[in-house]
């Protein structure tokens, strides 16, 4: 049976549960002009760039942050909460950005910005889902605690505190990686004087 683009779109987001992505698109080989139609018909919205769903669907705060930037990652105490080592949902949310980033989010709100060089911006970065599904970019575990301690002063004491204790109990923990995130972002003895302690 012969299906319009819009219907094979209207197909993509029932299965996606109300959204479409431009990746989307582009894996069914469909023009992205019949997006901006639907979007002026009112059948759709576009909430950022390459993300777009029906006026009920409910769009995914940390997708749209991060879309905003090809480079920005969750570090700190937002990638803290995505892997449980935090049970407080960030109301600021942490990223990370390289050094000679000079984009949007410097003038969001409620966005705290760190910066490193592009040297170590990939360095433990993994793709992870959203609470609503999406995919975001995330510093792993080990990539985190890094960043926590190197921060320590600018970290809640709190937060901090339990992060770590929670991390050393972790059976998924991968120190061998840890030490060796340390030796490439200069902290190795910092790091090891925190975490041998608890160990």
Do not use: W
């Not at 996606?16 to 139609?37: A, C, M, P, Q, W």
Request: with cysteine; charged share 25%; hydrophobic share 35%.
């Amino acid at each position: 049976m012969y299906m319009t683009n819009e219907q094979k779109i209207l197909n993509i987001i029932d299965k996606n549960n109300g959204y479409i992505t431009s990746k989307d698109i582009i894996d069914e080989s469909i023009n992205h002009v019949f997006l901006s139609r639907m979007v002026k018909k009112g059948i759709l919205e576009k909430y950022s760039k390459g993300y777009y769903g029906l006026p009920s669907y409910l769009p995914d705060s940390y997708f749209i942050v991060l879309s905003k930037s090809k480079y920005a990652i969750y570090s700190h105490s937002t990638a803290l909460y995505f892997h449980d080592l935090s049970d407080r949902t960030p109301l600021n949310l942490d990223i990370t950005v390289p050094n000679h980033y000079g984009g949007v989010l410097q003038k969001t709100e409620n966005i705290t910005l760190y910066t490193v060089s592009e040297d170590v911006l990939n360095l433990g970065m993994m793709e992870m889902e959203s609470p609503l599904g999406m995919n975001i970019k995330v510093y792993d575990m080990e990539r985190t605690i890094c960043d926590i301690i190197k921060a320590k002063n600018k970290m809640d004491a709190e937060i901090f505190s339990k992060a770590l204790k929670n991390y050393v109990k972790r059976t998924d923990k991968k120190l061998s990686v840890l030490f060796k995130y340390t030796k490439q972002l200069n902290i190795e003895e910092k790091v090891r004087d925190y975490i041998e302690v608890l160990l």
